[in-house]
């Protein structure tokens, strides 16, 4: 059975950093590459961030330079580094793994196996 969860949210004052984590199993983890989405409260749901099996990775423009995404495949886990946070990464972020093992047009949504619950990050002072 496929499970996702996500963990780390929380409250943050701006220019803050937060780690959020991911675990998924029931699937061949270390062989799919693996997103991170988020979706603010009236706003479609943005690919943000993703990590191929190669280890590959590709970031949206919102958030290069001050996200980092990682891959643990001995523990299923993938974290999203989030540093110099402000209001307007306040949202619901979602981990996905995708049944591919590439990043190309991740951030269309298409290709994936499954979503987690999300985890709630909100920026404010």
């Known amino acids: 059975q496929l499970q996702v969860a996500e963990s780390g949210g929380g409250l943050v004052q701006p220019g803050g950093s937060l780690r959020l984590s991911c675990i998924a199993s029931?699937?061949?983890?270390?062989?799919?590459?693996i997103a991170w989405f988020r979706q603010a409260p009236g706003k479609e749901r943005e690919g943000i961030a993703c990590?191929?099996?190669?280890?590959?990775?590709k970031y949206a423009d919102s958030v290069k330079g001050r996200f980092t995404i990682s891959r643990d495949n001995a523990k299923n886990t993938v974290t999203l580094e989030m540093k110099n946070l402000q209001p307007k990464d306040t949202a619901v972020y979602y981990c996905?793994?995708?049944?591919?093992?590439?990043?190309?047009?991740?951030?269309?949504?298409?290709?994936?196996?499954?979503w987690g619950q999300g985890t709630q990050v909100f920026v404010s002072s």
């Open positions: 996905a793994p995708r049944d591919v093992n590439y990043c190309q047009d991740y951030y269309l949504g298409t290709s994936f196996r499954s």
């Open positions: 990590i191929a099996m190669s280890r590959f990775t």
């Open positions: 029931g699937f061949d983890f270390a062989a799919n590459a």
